[in-house]
């Protein structure tokens, strides 16, 4: 039987894409934008709660948003019209983005001016999860709907997550959801995590959200 070798690429790839996203973030630091990647899975309200955020924050901080799909620019033109630079990243099929992608993603989007630049990520709780895009925080959202047990079923998301935001609480009477279960599976993720229940729809929570974000920017700026 002849010789082999096993290469180990899975391995390879995050080491390299690692560096990379640091490379990323502190470049990011010396301009001083903020960029947040922003997860969840579909249907979970990512792009009302985005809606929500911007129309908190326009007014006090500069942002930028790029939409990630596999194809369409539904988002982009929905957060478009909010009065912010938006763009739209197809990816090809690929299910996430990674620190290269990100990066030229920043760049269509020219963030000289921004305090902050926000990624909405492709809608998946696995693919996402694996890849530093570089970020200084993550942030996810989870739905009532998608039931309190999630932190369970994937725990790579929730563990990389600073926050993870709640959403369509709303919900909560038609729903087998225990917030106080769900909140205890997520910190037993990510001890870390900051948990906060919102309502995109009606706004319920959304400043609770936008003053932590708008802390964090700051903070990142100082």
Known sequence: MGEFRVLEIKQSVFADNDKRAQELRDELKEKKVFLLNLMSSPGSGKTTTLSRTIEQLKDELK??????????DVDAETISNLGVRAIQLHT??????DADMTRQGLEGLKTGDLDLAILE????L????????????????LSVPEG???????????SICDV????????LPYFDFDMEKCRKNILMRNPNAKVIPI???????IEEWTNW???EVRGWQS
């Not at 309502?199 to 929570?205: F, V």
């Open 63 to 72: 942002i930028g948003v790029m939409e990630a799909d596999i194809d369409s």
């Open 92 to 97: 090809g099929g690929m299910c996430h983005l």
């Open 121 to 124: 990520n492709v809608g998946n």
């Open 126 to 141: 696995v693919c996402p999860a694996e890849f530093d895009t570089g970020a200084v925080k993550n942030a996810m959202i």
């Open 148 to 158: 309190d047990d999630k932190p369970l079923k994937y725990p790579l998301m929730f």
């Open 164 to 171: 993870v935001l709640i959403n369509k609480i709303d919900v």
């Open 199 to 205: 309502c995109a729809r009606t706004g319920e929570g």
């Open 213 to 215: 974000l708008k802390e």
